[in-house]
């Protein structure tokens, strides 16, 4: 018999498994890798940190080092936008926006979802492809006639007039999010809840509500980020300052106090530092949801 014939003896178990777990897994990061991961996260937080030391600065440190550090830190520009009343008064403005946007989106959106993903009727497909081409339609380009149905019924410059349309164009959005979730629901579940004497009310708010709660809590947090940070639409709809939200805010401020830049920086990030904290607490329950919704 020729050598090439004999065959080679098994790997021990332990020696299998290990190769296996080497061929498996990914090859190091080397530091051009961690260079560039640097660099792009360097271009995103950037901008942040130069607004919000920017306002620890006064007007001279800005104009002869643009790029320095506070030297000396100054804290009256934080100070004097936090005794602004008009400063509250926006904050409150998109706060109440915020908040009713996305309570709104999200008990509107699981409804809608959970009768796309559980129900089968006659033209559910045609339905739920309405819902996707939604996302094809930005605001910006119904803006116009937006506002002359705002107009005709009676809101504009209230708060109402920006949240009902923010509802409607987060809607889509949602239901593309939820859908998913609700459809990976066994029905063997909803039929034992059916046999128990659960009601579909009840299997919808004991069940599927709790079940769905990380792509509920993804599409709020988009929800309410957009809405926060929302510009166009409320600059067709509000025309009192004391109605405005903190990105009209920020724009009326930086008009009124254009030769001094450490204020208007210091207004610009204490309006965004909010939106900030919020996106960073939740950051995870984004990932997530979006990835649960990718799966489904």
């Known amino acids: 018999m020729s050598a090439s014939a004999v065959s080679a003896p098994p790997l021990p178990p332990a020696r299998r498994t290990r190769r296996r777990r080497e061929s498996g897994r990914l090859g190091r990061s080397g530091p051009l890798t961690y260079l560039v991961a640097f660099f792009f996260v360097g271009i995103c937080i950037g901008p942040v940190a130069y607004i919000i030391l920017g306002g620890f600065r006064n007007n001279s440190q800005i104009i002869t080092s643009p790029a320095g550090f506070p030297n000396p830190w100054e804290f009256t520009n934080y100070t004097s936008v936090l005794q602004n009343d008009i400063f509250w008064r926006q904050m409150g403005n998109s706060a109440i926006s915020a908040i009713t946007t996305t309570l709104g989106v999200v008990v ?126 409320p600059l067709f709809i509000l025309s009192d300052e004391a109605s405005y939200t903190l990105p009209l805010g920020v724009q009326a401020f930086a008009a009124q106090y254009s030769v001094d830049t450490a204020r208007v920086l210091a207004f610009t990030s204490l309006s965004m530092i909010p939106a900030l904290i919020f996106f960073s607490l939740f950051e995870r329950r984004i990932v997530g949801g979006l990835t649960g919704a990718v799966k489904g």
């Open 108 to 233: 509107l959106g699981v409804m809608a979802s959970y009768v796309l993903a559980r129900y089968d009727f006659k033209g559910r497909g045609a339905l739920y492809s309405l819902f996707a081409a939604g996302l094809m339609f930005p605001m910006t380009v119904a803006i116009t006639p937006l506002y002359i149905l705002i107009r005709d019924m009676g809101l504009t410059n209230t708060l109402a007039g920006i949240i009902l349309p923010q509802i409607a164009f987060a809607l889509p959005t949602t239901v593309i999010i939820l859908v998913p979730f609700l459809r990976a629901i066994p029905k063997e579940l909803e039929e034992a809840a059916a046999i128990d004497g659960a009601s579909r009310l009840g299997f919808f708010f004991r069940m599927v509500v709790p079940l769905s709660l990380p792509g509920v809590i993804t599409t709020g947090i988009l929800a309410f980020i957009a809405s926060w940070n929302s510009y166009m639409l």
